[in-house]
């Protein structure tokens, strides 16, 4: 559309620039209806009484299709979950061993200094 005639154009009229990375834009692009695919004449078919065999067979068959697409995104989802899971424990297991180690570290500075500071105020602490 050239630039004059949209600039007199309403707001709403206007086009829209899209983002490139719009996430919205491309989960509308993934999800395709499978009736609108198989060009059927409405998008909710008819009661499968109204139907002729080969509709009831597309139907029969595009409920199929949906039913695994749900069940192939639970497992994905319950495998993700699972992984972030033992992660997750991979994770706080090393930092435990860190922390471990900066303690130990923590305390040998500690003993390191406490014998130096005895030694610079004398042998004998007590009386």
């Not at 499978?34 to 139907?51: C, D, E, G, I, V």
């Not at 706080?92 to 500690?110: F, H, L, N, P």
Request: hydrophobic fraction near 30%; proline fraction near 3%.
């Amino acid at each position: 559309m050239p630039k004059k005639i949209e600039r007199d154009l309403p707001f709403k009229q206007k086009q829209r620039v899209s983002v490139l990375n719009d996430m919205t834009e491309q989960d509308k692009r993934r999800q395709t209806n499978l009736l609108t695919k198989l060009s059927l004449p409405t998008k909710r078919p008819f009661k499968k009484a109204f139907m002729n065999e080969q509709e009831k067979q597309i139907h029969t068959m595009v409920q199929r299709l949906a039913h695994l697409d749900k069940e192939y995104a639970k497992k994905k989802q319950e495998s993700r979950v699972r992984s972030a899971e033992r992660i997750r424990k991979r994770d706080q297991k090393i930092q435990d061993k860190r922390d471990a180690t900066k303690k130990e570290i923590k305390k040998a500075a500690y003993k390191k200094g406490g014998k130096a500071a005895g030694k610079a105020a004398g042998k004998g602490r007590g009386k």
